[in-house]
């Protein structure tokens, strides 16, 4: 079950820019790194951004995130048909012992 | 940069144990931390454990009970295993390397379907 919630989806037309609101608690982003999973269909997830803000090698700077309080965002700008993915948020999570937790995944469709 | 592959046995019964190796390439596995990683059929991502370089490990607590991860050196391998197993284990299970408290690099993936 997961305790970090996603909308279920967002839309923007090409060239725009979308937003993916990932909310949490104290315990999971409002102490710990957020990071961000592309999954395109029917292929692996992959790591988009990491540590909140930061891009790993290879991934364009349309891909931006922030964090505030137990709230995390990805934005999408200049967005591409190739884009259209389901993403993911997650971070560690520590009420009890230290745990990862994803969150419930945002359908991104390009119109 | 580091290689995984998962394997797997594909199905499973219900009640009975999932094995599952991850070959790592490319790389030592000594050098890393690790993590499995599943998704059950049209769902979303579930972590389920991870193994870090010291050989501590940390555990979904929902699976806790039912699980155990390792890593065999000599082979360059992680290991998973899930005991009791039911239909709603039935899922895609990757294995992943944690790096800078997240996963990074991830493997292509297993298809487990738990059935009679």
């Known amino acids: 079950q997961s305790v970090l919630m996603q909308p279920p989806s967002v839309s923007a037309a090409p060239g725009q820019k979308v937003t993916i609101a990932c909310s949490g608690s104290n315990s999971n982003i409002g102490n710990n790194y957020v990071s961000w999973f592309q999954q395109l269909p029917g292929t692996v997830p992959r790591l988009v951004i990491y540590d909140n803000h930061r891009r790993p090698s290879g991934i364009p700077d349309r891909f931006s995130g922030s964090k505030s309080g137990t709230s995390a965002t990805l934005a999408i700008s200049e967005l591409q048909t190739g884009d259209e993915a389901d993403y993911y948020c997650g971070s560690w999570d520590n009420s009890l012992r230290p745990s990862f937790v994803f969150g419930t995944g945002t359908k991104v469709i390009v119109l | 940069q580091v290689q995984l592959q998962e394997a797997g046995p594909g199905l499973v019964k219900p009640s009975e144990i999932l094995s599952l190796t991850c070959n790592v390439s490319?790389?030592?596995?000594?050098?890393?931390?690790w993590s499995w990683i599943r998704q059950p059929p049209g769902k979303g991502l579930e972590w389920i454990a991870s193994i870090y370089s010291r050989g501590n490990t940390n555990f979904n607590p929902a699976l806790k009970s039912r699980v155990a991860i390792s890593v065999d050196t000599s082979k360059n391998q992680l290991s998973l295993r899930l005991i009791s197993v039911t239909a709603a284990d039935t899922a895609v299970y990757y294995c992943?390397?944690?790096?800078?408290?997240?996963?990074?690099?991830w493997g292509q993936g297993t298809m487990v379907t738990v059935s009679s």
């Open positions: 490319r790389d030592s596995i000594s050098s890393y931390h």
């Open positions: 992943a390397k944690l790096t800078d408290d997240t996963f990074d690099i």
